[in-house]
């Protein structure tokens, strides 16, 4: 039985060592830990807006965060585990912290002539906290009778295609007397290695077949053509899913969505790095099809943005 | 004879620069004139967002060159319609707001819509008030459209004091018979210099209207003074009453019954007191001063704080 421990923890080292030195050259996927929408509703940490009619709930993390030292607790003891694994953890609570000081300093940054800092909505809509990696977080406290146990849930949500990549979660041993902190702490230990080997084998399927991304394909309305205007003798969305199967790791991608003004490419495999041996993401391969639709014969004019390491949006037409 | 000097002498001064040393809000005086009116919304406006848009619209208002008071009978007002309102979940919190801001120009006192315009804006904050704020910055004050808007807006202010000349004049002079002298020379010195024509007219009924305002002035303070003095006959009564005297015209005709008046305080002072109590009589206005004076009038009235009630009804 010992030899049998020795040899699986051994095996684990390996593994990871082989994970890790693999990272350490390509673009590492972040994680972060979130309570989940449940976690925050049951513990009444929601904001309620009216959102033309409709109530809507909202997570409020941050008082969340002020508020609840049970979640800090948990945090804390997911976050050390995660490094200690070599996996790059954010803290949400220090990530939205940097994101007012920014937001501060932004506003009162200015030049000597007296200009601003330029920020359109889109670029304020995309300082809020991130990572390729949401781990989410639920837990509750179980009583029965005098004893009480902890429920415990932890998700791997890939924050670009939306899959669960690990899940864990389970009820921990009942307790007479221990604090619900120490109970999560316990659950944590106890279920945080199932969690781990579920993000090894995304992590694997990455390394194997490629990073998987999302493609949007949009257009400006200000812009005459569209999707279908023809290119050639050939319409202009088969010329883009003709370069997304050319460019794609073993041709796999899926063309979920389709029209004359939009189309929405998922489950794109690309290669973790260029031929130049450049660790790549969704932005870096998707710059390769924003040149050839810039370029002749079709020379349009478009826009490129990214969401972090898996998501990339082409918008045609303007800039 | 005298009466002709003034009126000749107060159209030579309107239609000149205004004294350089005259409160600023006066030199809007003879200006096309705007205010700026947030009526209430159909979604409800924050406070710090509604601050935000008034003060837009008053930069409308001044990079335009329009002059800008509160209660003024020509209004530039605003109709927000949220046209997308998403609240996301992310930490923090963001509200992404797209906004058609309707912008009109008209007549708020009859409800006569001159001109209008839409400006589309999109604003993103971590709560309501942020969003609509941030959308509201995004107004570009030097839009085409928008300087279309304030030009065909302003052509219609002028054309409706070209044709209701008359009857801004006939109006002042009503306000004047009846005690509101304050007010008639206010609307009359509001006739905009554009306006060639009833510029001229209603400046030459200006003098007239002011004469009468002293006059009445004059005799009401000398009463009020009076009762003061005879509350208190002694040094600070004396005080007390000079201070509501100083405030009379000395173009009034009752001044020499004020003359009168000091004079007799300064004997009964020295009489109880033993002690000299010397008045100093306003100095004799000089004809430029009784059109400065004028002015002046118009900008305390407007600088009165009341109540107006708009009516933009069926502007959008």
């Known amino acids: 039985m010992k030899r049998q421990i020795i040899k699986a923890a051994l095996l684990s080292l390996m593994i990871l060592g082989a994970i890790t030195s693999g990272y350490s050259q390509a673009k590492k996927p972040t994680l972060m830990v979130v309570p989940s929408d449940v976690w925050c509703n049951t513990n009444g940490y929601m904001q309620t807006y009216d959102d033309q009619g409709t109530k809507v709930k909202i997570p409020d993390y941050k008082r969340a965060f002020q508020e609840n030292s049970d979640l800090l607790a948990v945090i804390s003891k997911i976050n050390g585990v995660m490094a200690e694994r070599g996996f790059t953890v954010k803290n949400m609570e220090s990530v939205v912290k940097t994101l007012e000081s920014e937001r501060a300093e932004d506003a009162v940054l200015t030049s000597k002539s007296g200009a601003g800092v330029s920020e359109s909505p889109m670029d304020k809509l995309k300082k809020v906290a991130k990572a390729d990696i949401i781990i989410q977080l639920t837990w509750d406290v179980l009583r029965t009778g005098p004893k009480k146990s902890v429920r415990f849930t932890l998700q791997g949500l890939d924050a670009y295609t939306d899959k669960e990549v690990a899940t864990a979660g389970g009820t921990g041993n009942p307790s007479f007397s221990a604090e619900t902190a120490v109970l999560l702490e316990e659950a944590v230990a106890d279920k945080i290695d199932n969690f781990n080997a579920g993000l090894q084998r995304h992590f694997d399927d990455m390394f194997a077949n490629g990073r998987e991304i999302i493609i949007r394909i949009k257009k400006f309305d200000s812009w005459k053509n569209d999707l279908e205007t023809e290119y050639g003798g050939k319409e202009l969305n088969v010329i883009i899913e003709d370069w997304v199967r050319a460019n794609s790791v073993k041709g796999r991608f899926s063309n979920s969505d389709a029209t004359e003004n939009m189309m929405l490419f998922e489950q794109v495999r690309i290669p973790l790095y260029d031929a130049n041996g450049n660790a790549i993401d969704a932005r870096a391969f998707t710059r390769g099809l924003q040149k050839m639709l810039a370029a002749a014969p079709y020379s349009i004019v478009n826009k490129l943005t990214a969401k972090g390491l898996g998501q990339a949006v082409i918008v045609l037409g303007e800039k | ?316």
């Open chain 2, 1 to 316: 004879m005298k009466k002709l000097i003034i009126s000749c002498l107060s159209l030579l001064m309107f239609a000149g620069a205004y004294a350089q040393n005259a409160p600023a809000r006066s030199n809007d005086r003879g200006r096309v004139t705007l205010a700026a009116y947030i009526p209430d919304q159909a979604d409800e406006l924050p406070d710090a967002a509604r601050n935000m848009l008034a003060n837009k619209l008053n930069q409308i208002i001044s990079q335009n060159g329009f002059g800008g008071e509160e209660g003024e009978r020509f209004i530039i007002t605003a109709n927000v319609v949220v046209v997308t309102k998403n609240m996301l979940s992310t930490a923090p919190p963001m509200t992404a707001l797209t906004l058609d801001v309707n912008l009109y120009i008209g007549d708020g006192y009859e409800g006569t819509k001159f001109a209008s315009t839409a400006v589309s804006v999109k604003g993103v904050g971590e709560n309501l008030a942020k969003a609509y704020i941030n959308a509201f910055k995004n107004i570009n004050l030097n839009d085409p459209n928008l300087q279309a808007f304030v030009d065909k807006g302003k052509a219609k202010i002028i054309s409706y004091y070209n044709t209701h000349c008359d009857v801004i004049i006939k109006q002042a002079q009503t306000l004047a018979s009846t005690g509101r002298g304050d007010e008639a020379i206010y609307n009359l010195t509001s006739v905009p210099k554009a306006c060639v024509n009833c510029y001229g007219r209603a400046m030459a009924a200006v003098p007239a209207i002011y004469k009468k305002q002293i006059e009445k002035d004059c005799a009401t303070k000398l009463n009020q003074a009076k009762n003061v003095w005879a509350a208190n006959q002694d040094i600070n009564g004396a005080n007390a009453a000079s201070e509501v005297l100083s405030q009379i015209d000395p173009q009034a005709s009752c001044y020499k019954d004020v003359k009168v008046f000091v004079a007799q305080m300064a004997k009964r002072v020295k009489e109880i007191d033993n002690r000299e109590w010397n008045f100093k009589l306003q100095e004799q206005k000089n004809d430029m001063s009784i059109i400065n004076a004028a002015r002046d009038v118009a900008v305390a009235y407007a600088a009165q704080p009341r109540t107006t009630v708009y009516n933009v009804h069926g502007w959008w």
